[in-house]
């Protein structure tokens, strides 16, 4: 099936409803809108209405599937209750303070990120969609978000970008540091996502390769200690750590 969803604009992203019910599709840079499409058991899309919007930069649909949200050049994210697919209704937004870029909904709360061209990352309540209310904000990076995403569990963020970096963020801990940088060489950064149910990452970027990373710290020790050489002898071990007692740093995880 192939359905000319905007016809003669650039459709930039795609979100799909976690039961696979929905599809949204925004253009992007001169687009106007955002369209939204039903999927029948068969796999067959059926346009269901076109949202009027003033270039939308991505779109993502909440995990409950009730909530749309996408950016604009308003430097606001409009959301739009999905409760009839044939009839969106706009019901808030949230402001940002520079143009948001790209968004994205916690998997497991009423959470959504925003990264914006400033480089900022806010987490916002939108439990209440009348008034958002907003968790955290990081500002570790200092060029452009263009990918989002939350763990499975939804307690980290991974962002990348303009900074040729990915950043990993604390959900849990509101206005913290970035808990870890992954500089993968891609240059610009464009897009992030979990796999393997949140134990490893994938980015891709300007350079055309798409690498894996393992997260988080004891994932990362666990990989490196299930493929350990030999122990350091006691000589080699005063010798190369000097002062330091010996001790086994794959105790316990092998």
């Known amino acids: 099936q192939i359905l000319d969803a905007l016809p003669g604009q650039y459709v930039g992203f795609i979100a799909i409803s976690r039961d696979g019910s ?13 369209v939204l499409f039903t999927v029948d ?4 899309l059926t346009k269901a209405a076109t949202i009027p919007a003033r270039t939308p930069e991505a779109v993502a649909i909440s995990a409950d599937g009730t909530l749309l949200a996408f950016p604009n050049v308003a ?37 959504l990120g925003i990264g914006t061209m400033s480089g900022e990352v806010s987490l916002w309540n939108v439990a209440d969609v009348g008034s ?31 900074d040729e970096r990915v950043f990993h963020w604390d959900a849990t801990q509101p206005n913290s540091p970035a808990v870890a940088t992954y500089d993968g060489q891609f240059g610009r950064t464009n897009d992030v996502a979990f796999v393997h149910g949140g134990t490893q990452f994938v980015a891709t970027g300007d350079n055309g390769e798409v690498r894996s990373f393992t997260f988080g710290r004891e994932a990362a020790r666990r990989y490196l200690c299930e493929s350990q050489g030999t122990s350091l002898s006691a000589d080699e071990w005063s010798r190369y750590l000097t002062g330091i007692p010996q001790r086994d740093p794959c105790e316990g995880v092998r």
């Open 75 to 111: 430097n606001e994210v409009e959301l739009w209750s999905l409760a009839d697919p044939r009839a969106p209704v706009k019901v808030g937004s949230v402001p940002t303070d520079a143009q948001p870029v790209i968004v994205t909904f916690s998997p497991v709360s009423a959470t």
């Open 22 to 34: 929905l599809v949204a599709a925004s253009a992007v840079n001169s687009g106007t809108a955002v």
């Open 132 to 162: 958002p209310a907003v968790l955290s904000r990081y500002r570790d990076a200092r060029a452009e978000v263009y990918g989002l995403t939350f763990s499975p569990d939804g307690t980290a963020v991974l962002g990348s970008g303009g």
């Open 41 to 44: 058991e068969a796999g067959q």
